[in-house]
């Protein structure tokens, strides 16, 4: 098939994990015969420096005009005292927006080789398979009234029912393929959003009797999620706490390198790692290129409809992974690499002629 990919590396490690992940596209392409085509923009504090703009018009343009979007990082240091408008971040928001995505699929797994990796005990996160769907486009993001003045900040927390309604289904509908178990997370002994959200969901479960629903206290849930991860499968949150809990569950799988997320919704969707530009390891082949190159996967299988090819690259990297190879940030690793020695063994597994550098 023929597939038009928008690449938009943004900032910090960005460029250096998305190269990873195009190259797997790539030998991918190769052996299945598909032919992508592969398309640059700016985006983030790179577009701002560029253009002044974190999200510029033509930017915009060509993520429309593609089948999908594989987006590295945006942010760091250098524009953190910019106005709001002008920060990288304000530019990843409004690709969101703009392009309609609304639920954002984050899987956490643990990979048997790296029980060991993470900080918690390995029978504790032993199995971990959850899928975090978190709303996108809405709630305290892009809530108004905002403002901000050196005396007082306002941020509020919408939510309408057709807008808890479009990712609950979302969430339901993941979990009817899964193990039937869907968890929402809110906050609602305190806040009368998480009450809308909380009978939103109770009113659609009787259209899925075969899931069972359960309710959560983000505070006690982000407990449990370290506790007893096992015992969760889906779980449908907010866009805030959604952002945070999935941070959170990188420690599960002993880095937040290695998460992909799927930004879902409207007509193109938007692939990247849940990590972001990490500048302290920017600019020195450190960066773990995993959850990019697990993005590209996601993309496969959700924009192109690819999954043999999906899998394929999941499989490039489980090789990887249970040969001990890694990236300095997974504890323990028999093979340290950079982030271009760690892409080169995935890529060798799919089959591609590399050098090793
Ligand atoms: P971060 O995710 O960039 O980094 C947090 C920690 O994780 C750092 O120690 C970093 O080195 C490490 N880390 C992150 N990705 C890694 C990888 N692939 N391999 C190995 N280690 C990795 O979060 P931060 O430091 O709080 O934020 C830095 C900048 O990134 C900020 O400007 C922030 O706004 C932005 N950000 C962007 C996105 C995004 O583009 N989606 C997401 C989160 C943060
Ligand atoms: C993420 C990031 C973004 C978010 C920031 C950079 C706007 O943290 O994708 O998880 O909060 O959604
Ligand atoms: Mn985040």
């Known amino acids: ?11 910090g490690v960005g460029p250096e994990v998305t190269a990873e992940a195009v190259a797997c596209l790539k030998a991918v392409a190769e052996r299945f015969g598909h032919r992508f085509h592969f398309q640059e923009a700016l985006i983030g504090g790179a577009a701002v420096d560029a253009t002044g703009d ?6 915009l343009e060509l993520c429309r005009a593609s089948d999908a979007v594989l987006l590295g990082a945006v942010g760091g240091p250098a524009w953190d005292k910019h106005p709001r408008h002008q920060r990288p971040e304000s530019g990843l928001l409004r690709l969101r927006k703009a392009l309609g995505l609304y639920a954002n699929l984050r899987p956490v ?4 080789a790296l029980e060991d990796a993470s900080p918690l005990k390995p029978e504790v996160v032993r199995g971990t398979d959850v899928m975090f769907v978190r709303e996108l486009s809405g709630g305290l993001y892009f809530g108004e009234p905002r ?16 807008e808890i309604e479009r990712v609950a289904k979302v969430a339901f509908e993941l979990a009817l393929g899964r193990r039937n178990h869907l968890v929402s997370v809110d906050k609602a002994n305190v806040l009368e959003t998480s009450r809308l959200w909380r009978q939103v969901v109770d009113d659609m479960a009787p259209l899925y009797p075969e899931v069972k629903v359960q309710h959560a206290y983000v505070d006690s849930f982000a407990m449990a999620l370290i506790t007893k991860p096992r015992e969760f499968d889906v779980v449908l949150t907010e866009n805030l706490f959604g ?5 959170e569950a990188a420690v599960l799988a002993g880095s937040l390198g290695l998460l992909p997320s799927a930004s879902l919704g409207g007509s193109v969707g938007v692939y ?6 990490a500048p302290d390891i920017a600019g020195q082949d450190r960066a773990n290129p995993i959850g990019t190159i697990l993005s590209a996967a996601m993309l496969l299988r959700h924009a192109l409809n690819l999954s043999s090819e999906a899998q394929e690259i999941e499989t490039a990297v489980h090789q990887t992974l249970q040969e001990g190879h890694g990236t300095g940030d997974l504890k323990g690793a028999r093979h340290p690499q950079g982030t271009r020695g760690l892409g080169a063994c995935i890529l060798q597994r799919l089959g591609a002629a590399v050098s090793q550098p």
Do not use: F, K
Not at 109 to 112: A, G, I, M, Q
Not at 243 to 247: A, C, G, K, Q, V
Not at 272 to 277: A, N
């Open 54 to 59: 974190p999200l510029p018009e033509a930017t």
């Open 109 to 112: 797994t643990v990979h048997p």
């Open 1 to 11: 098939m023929e597939a038009r990919i928008c690449v938009l590396p943004g900032d």
């Open 147 to 162: 403002s901000y003045s050196d005396q007082t900040a306002v941020n509020t927390l919408p939510y309408t029912r057709p």
């Open 272 to 277: 990247e790692p849940i990590h972001g530009s």
């Open 243 to 247: 952002d945070i809990l999935s941070d």
